[in-house]
Nanobody, 121 residues
Framework: QVQLVESGGGLVQAGGSLRLSCAASGSIFSINAMGWYRQAPGKQRELVASIMASGGSTNYADSVKGRFTISTNNAKNTVYLQMNSLKPEDTAVYYC??????????????WGQGTQVTVSS
């Protein structure tokens, strides 16, 4: 059973920084990719950043490019999101995602519980 545990959310003022962490455990299968999504009140959940386990290729939403950085540990089972120069529009619940490859099944997504990030003006 896969479990994703998130930490690092909180309340900060505009211009401040936070670092989110997410540790994945409980699977014998390999992780294909990890990422961060966010959902603001009344809005759709959107991809913030993702990183491939093989090669480390990253992808960012245009709104966070240059401000956020996604990374993983060497074992590729923990993902981080360094958030700098935070803006009020970054306020949302942030969800960790891990995508696993399961033989004879394919890719399966698992989600963290969500962590609140609030940026005051």
């Amino acid at each position: 059973q896969v479990q994703l545990v998130e930490s690092g959310g909180g309340l900060v003022q505009a211009g401040g920084s936070l670092r989110l962490s997410c540790a994945a455990s409980g699977s014998i299968f390999s992780i294909n990719a990890m990422g961060w999504y966010r959902q603001a009140p009344g809005k759709q959940r959107e991809l913030v950043a993702s990183i491939m386990a093989s090669g480390g290729s990253t992808n960012y939403a245009d709104s966070v490019k240059g401000r956020f950085t996604i990374s993983t540990n060497n074992a590729k089972n923990t993902v981080y999101l360094q958030m700098n120069s935070l803006k009020p529009e970054d306020t949302a619940v942030y969800y960790c995602n891990a995508r696993y490859y399961v033989p004879y099944s394919g890719l399966r997504d698992y989600w963290g519980q969500g962590t609140q990030v609030t940026v005051s003006s």
